[in-house]
């Protein structure tokens, strides 16, 4: 069992314990665990402290779970637009953020099950987890752009669909050898050129959707 001894932090510290019980959620969240297993007494053992002291900084098991989710929607929005500056051509670009969002689910499978909806807890809504998602679909609409799509906020939602699909098939399918280019194979046939005409909106989701659990 995995145990840290921390040193007491100094008065107006309170902020760095709430970063380590938030750090230490994450690891036994990426080591295996799940919101079961995220009990406030193994996040506490792991992070070197008594169990009451989480609670002036998390009410409870489901408000840390919907830190961790915020936390690494906020790191995979940053990996994205990273993504998308290093590059100006507008194609290169988006397919350059589809390969980096297919790799941040690769690389934390558990924390990528935890943002769409892999876990149910009272008090924490969809609307919750909302401006996080929608930020992610900002970005894919932003990288989709005027120049290759009439409509890129509808063209996002599909966007992040495919590639959404694809990162769960991944995870099932490790054997499967998929194609090194999947990601432009995926983003490829939203990114035609605007043909100038008039194309009416389509009125689709208006929020993120939620993977079920498979039964």
């Known amino acids: 069992m995995h145990t840290t001894h921390r040193t007491r932090n100094r008065r107006g510290e309170g902020s760095l314990l709430r970063q380590q019980i938030l750090a230490a959620a994450t690891e036994l ?28 900084h998390f009410p409870g098991q489901a408000a840390i779970m919907l830190a961790i989710v915020r936390q690494s929607f906020a790191e995979l929005a940053c990996r994205l ?3 998308a500056a290093g590059t100006d051509e ?3 670009q988006l397919y ?25 807890h009272d008090g924490i809504a969809p ?7 929608a930020d992610m679909i900002r970005i894919l ?24 699909g694809l990162a769960h098939q991944r995870a099932v399918l490790t054997w499967y050898a998929w194609p090194a280019d999947i990601a432009q194979r995926v983003a490829g046939p939203l990114t035609r050129p605007v043909d100038g005409r008039h194309h009416p909106p389509v009125h689709g989701r208006t929020s993120i959707p939620v993977r079920r659990k498979q039964p």
């Open 90 to 92: 507008p194609r290169q």
């Open 29 to 56: 969240l990426d080591a295996g665990g799940d919101e079961r297993t995220l009990t406030l007494r193994a996040v506490a053992r792991r992070a070197g402290i008594a169990a009451p002291s989480i609670y002036p």
């Open 141 to 164: 609409a932003d990288s989709l752009g005027a120049r290759t799509s009439p409509d890129p906020t509808d063209d996002a939602i599909a966007l992040w669909l495919g590639l959404h």
């Open 127 to 133: 609307e919750d987890l909302y401006p996080s998602g």
């Open 81 to 83: 637009r990273a993504a």
């Open 96 to 120: 350059a953020v589809c390969r980096t969002y297919l790799s941040y689910a690769r690389e934390h499978p558990r924390r990528y099950r935890a943002m769409f909806g892999d876990f149910r």
